[in-house]
């Protein structure tokens, strides 16, 4: 018998080999009429009857089709959510443009997956974007099977992803990105790019979104208060920041934030074409953020302080950036090259005048 869940009413069916299955309807009565022609189907040993999603009271859809179905999950989830929700609807417009709006989600089984992984791979697609790809058309996929549009979901097989290998900028790159922005007249992202680079920042969930009154005197520091780990964070800043934040600060004054103005759709557009001139395909804001990263371990900053200014909520996440850096591994380099160790040279005490 249908029930009552929140504000919405959920049929309950359970097939002969036992699965059940429970979408849910606007009304109790579009749940009862559903669950009776369902049961009326199994019995009769017919395919369930197509769930359809009434949507503001006004529009009705079918889930079982690919269009249909990333509209509801695009308008009903990622366009809801603060954070990556712009990301997985390109993914998931990804997955509509090859096969097309009309394709029956049904009708997409563990090898249609797998020629797409093939053909993203083929256009240059690393690993893990395939994966997030892949990911988006299976949120489709669930909720059309949650909805009862389709039996069950095929089964998916992941790309191996490495997870300590990161993508960052070498000086060399960083000066050809900045040397890009400054012939293209494009100061915005010329001062994102430093900004992004020398804070660690995450673009568009933290260093865009920042305003004014986050920032210490005289720009000497800069607290990120909405962070992915939910606790804030404070990280000082360097000197080509603090000369980028004064300058944009008396050009953009009326605005809430340094960055306040930056169009993100414009920005991409502009970055897909820095990439395409600069051979960059591999490089995203989110690059520079493990620059900043990479560049504090290079330089042998202590694990606990790199965790801290990066804002990581494990330290195991910053262990990863640990393997580009062998540190300590040169303390027995001597062993293979058959030379004496050298001897460590011992700390230098300077007494204290009190102890005079």
């Not at 009862?32 to 949507?55: C, D, F, N, Q, Y």
């Not at 992941?158 to 960052?168: G, I, M, P, Q, S």
């Not at 790159?173 to 012939?183: F, N, Q």
Request: aromatic share 8%; glycine share 6%.
């Amino acid at each position: 018998m249908a029930r009552q869940r929140g504000n919405k009413w959920q049929a309950d069916v359970t097939l002969e080999d036992g699965n059940r299955f429970r979408p849910t309807f606007p009304t109790e009565e579009h749940a009862t009429k559903w669950e009776v022609a369902a049961r009326h189907a199994i019995e009769m040993g017919k395919p369930l009857p197509p769930v359809s999603i009434h949507i503001s009271g006004s529009k009705t859809r079918d889930l079982s089709l690919l269009g249909s179905c990333f509209d509801f999950v695009k308008r009903t989830v990622w366009s809801t959510q603060a954070r990556g929700g712009s990301a997985q609807i390109r993914n998931g417009q990804a997955a509509v443009d090859y096969w097309g709006r009309n394709k029956p989600l049904d009708e997409i089984n563990s090898a249609d997956v797998a020629d797409w992984k093939v053909d993203l791979a083929d256009e240059g697609y690393a690993p893990a974007t395939i994966n997030r790809k892949v990911a988006a058309l299976s949120k489709i996929l669930k909720t059309a099977r949650d909805a009862g549009a389709i039996e069950k979901v095929p089964p998916i097989k992941w790309n191996r992803e490495e997870k300590t290998r990161f993508r960052f900028l070498d000086e060399m790159e960083e000066r050809a990105m900045l040397a890009y922005w400054s012939a293209q007249n494009d100061q915005d992202n010329y001062d994102l790019t430093v900004c992004l680079i020398d804070t660690g920042a995450r673009c568009f969930a933290e260093l865009m979104p920042v305003k004014w009154s986050a920032f210490g005197p005289q720009f000497s520091t800069v607290t990120f208060w909405k962070t992915k780990s939910g606790k804030p964070r404070t990280v000082p800043l360097t000197k080509r920041v603090r000369e980028i934040l004064t300058r944009r600060q008396k050009e953009h004054r009326e605005q809430v934030g340094p960055f306040g103005m930056h169009n993100q759709h414009k920005m991409r557009d502009r970055w897909d074409e820095m990439r395409e001139v600069l051979n960059f395909h591999d490089v995203t804001p989110h690059v520079l953020r493990h620059t900043c990263c990479t560049r504090l371990v290079l330089a042998g900053v202590d694990i606990k302080r790199v965790m801290e200014w990066m804002g990581h909520s494990a330290i195991v996440t910053t262990m990863r950036y640990m393997q580009i850096k062998p540190r300590g591994l040169e303390d027995i380099l001597h062993v293979l090259e058959g030379t004496p160790q050298k001897p460590k040279r011992a700390p230098k005490i300077v007494a204290n005048r009190a102890d005079h």
